[in-house]
């Protein structure tokens, strides 16, 4: 009776097994559909991203423009004052935040259309790691 329960349980074993792996073909092609899927939409998280961060920064360049301007013209004059320069220095570095903020986000947008790519033409694997380069 013991060694009829344990043939019965290799059985299920092996039927689960047998049913749980599936053909890979389906696998390899849901987790391809599914990256897909991921990437287009983190694609589309970062153009609207991109987009709010480039309105601010043509905002921010005109106003730092204009600081500066006035800041230049003050200092011809000899009239410039501390809250002006402080403003024309925090217009800056906004600006350099913001310009940074749009560089990553559109180096971000090329890598996700790098992978989209990939996966398009079907050669290799999008969610892998570039291998570095032996020195």
Known sequence: ???NRCATA???ALLCLLTACGPKEDKVAKRRAELKEKF???MAQAQEQLAVADSLLQAEEDRYGELKARADMAR???KADADLLNAVTLSRLRRDSL???TELLDGRIRYL???LNKLEKGSG???ERREKPAV
């Open 1 to 3: 009776m013991s060694m």
């Open 10 to 12: 290799a059985c299920l």
């Open 40 to 42: 287009n939409t983190e």
């Open 76 to 78: 011809e004059q000899l």
């Open 99 to 101: 310009q940074t903020q």
């Open 113 to 115: 259309q790098e992978k």
């Open 125 to 127: 694997n999008a969610g």
